[in-house]
């Protein structure tokens, strides 16, 4: 006959034994929470409102390991309801419905269910819908946890019933905290080691951790678990950091929020900050590709004809990384960065076809004049087409400065005003001067 089981040999399955640090270390009150004090400190008008029992819906936006889940777990405490949590990762319309209908059984009985929706964002339109009439009802109370701009990707009406918190990107200092927490606590944390760890260690954790606490405490632990004689020291840290990854999403807002100060930063000349965000967002992933695509648009719609060498150097870096790959051909972008940096800038070209397109959008589509016209038969001879052309070549100076280019209803306009920066300085000079000139030969 077998044995039952040891008690001590397979531990309750809900006990915290099994539980990893990050997990037991899960903040059980609002002291506990670090990095958020703008929701989260004595005084402060969530803190109050959980307190006295006033809950309300939320989306709660904010980065990996901030305390989004915390926060959810002590609106259920605080407004004593049960909690029920489901991930939009995992979970479909079917799964929504069963957690709806058992808030619905909760609500007939005069409880009330705190519905947690961890990445809400990745709902569709429909799933996103369902949970609307239960929070108008206050079946249930609605928490939702997004890494994306709620204002992107939630609906509008669901939006509307909750109200978006936003946490932030948890602080060094803050982490470094909460790791000092884990290493005395001897009932939830790593106190009964007495591990030996410099301070210059957990800032190392906190650091490689980028803002994320469940990320420092699970660096913790596994550095608890390599180490020797109880001892954290820097070959420990060498193994447990290794190949450590910033936080990023090749997809979402801090992807676009990082091209965007990578052009800002070109725009502005500045070439530190340039080849910063160049690094940062192949750091994350970014294809090399992609940034050369767009490093070549800043160098034709921000440098323009005021270093028209630009253009050229973009497409060679582009060039460059598609023949040498990484990370080689990546230097050559970072040095294309800088130069597109440092360069003079003119958006005098881009203004120019924009306002052009303006005018044919407003204007319509005007006759080409008949000198310019082309004409290839005799019929097209004979009805005007091409009389009067002057051949540039073989007026004085040649430019026949009387003849008209632009349709009559435009005639004068000029799309195109050369900055006073770069080569560009040397066009306005001529260009005034041309205008001028043209201005005289027509009597205007």
């Given amino acids: 006959m077998a044995l039952p089981p040891s008690p001590g040999l397979f531990p309750d399955p809900d006990s915290d034994a099994l539980k990893p640090l990050a997990e037991r270390m899960r903040p059980r009150g609002f002291d506990e929470i670090v990095g958020q004090p703008r929701l989260t400190a004595a005084g402060s008008a969530l803190r109050r409102a959980l307190e006295a029992g006033k809950v309300h819906s939320m989306v709660l936006w904010g980065p990996p390991g901030c305390g989004k889940t915390t926060l959810a777990l002590l609106v259920a405490r605080y407004a004593d309801a ?71 990707e939630l609906n509008s009406a669901l939006l509307s019933r909750c109200r978006v918190h936003v946490l932030e990107a948890v602080s060094g200092e803050a982490i470094v905290a909460a790791l000092e927490r884990a290493l005395a606590d001897e009932e939830r944390g790593l106190g009964r080691l007495q591990l030996s760890v410099a301070p210059e260690s957990l800032r190392l954790i906190a650091q490689a951790a980028d803002g994320d606490v469940r990320r420092a405490l ?79 648009r800043m160098a034709v719609e921000d440098i323009g004809l005021a270093e028209p060498r630009a253009w050229r150097m973009a497409l060679d870096a582009w060039d460059t990384y598609e023949r040498l790959g990484s990370p080689e051909g990546e230097l050559g972008l970072a040095q294309l960065a800088i130069w597109l940096a440092i360069a003079p800038k003119s958006n005098a070209a881009y203004m120019a076809y924009n306002q052009a397109r303006a005018a044919i959008r407003k204007t319509g589509t005007l006759e080409v004049p008949m000198h310019l016209r082309n004409a290839p038969t005799k019929l097209m001879k004979g009805l005007g087409y091409g009389k009067d052309y002057q051949y540039d070549h073989d007026a004085e100076g040649g430019i026949a400065l009387d003849q008209q280019c632009l349709p009559d209803a435009l005639d004068g306009t000029e799309f195109y005003q050369p900055v006073e920066r770069g080569l560009e300085l040397k066009l306005r000079e001529k260009l005034t001067s041309l205008r001028a000139a043209r201005r005289a030969a027509r009597g205007k």
């Fill in 218 to 296: 699970t660096l913790l632990e596994i550095a608890a678990e390599l180490a020797d004689d109880g001892r954290i020291d820097e070959a420990t840290l060498t193994q447990v950091l290794a190949d450590r990854t910033r936080r990023f999403d090749k997809g979402g807002e801090q992807f676009y929020d990082q091209i965007s100060a990578l052009h800002k930063s070109v725009r502005s000349s500045d070439p530190d900050a340039a080849v910063y965000w160049l690094s940062r967002m192949l750091d994350g992933g970014v294809d090399p590709l992609y940034l050369a695509r767009r490093m070549t």
């Fill in 82 to 152: 049960d909690f029920r949590a489901i991930s939009a990762v995992l979970s479909g319309l079917p799964d929504v419905r069963k957690a709806l209908a058992e808030a619905e059984a909760n609500f007939a009985r005069g409880r009330r269910t705190v519905l947690f929706v961890d990445e809400v964002h990745r709902f569709n339109k429909a799933q996103q819908d369902a949970f609307l009439p239960h929070i108008e009802r206050g079946v249930i109370v609605f928490v939702g946890a997004t890494t994306e701009n709620p204002s992107f």
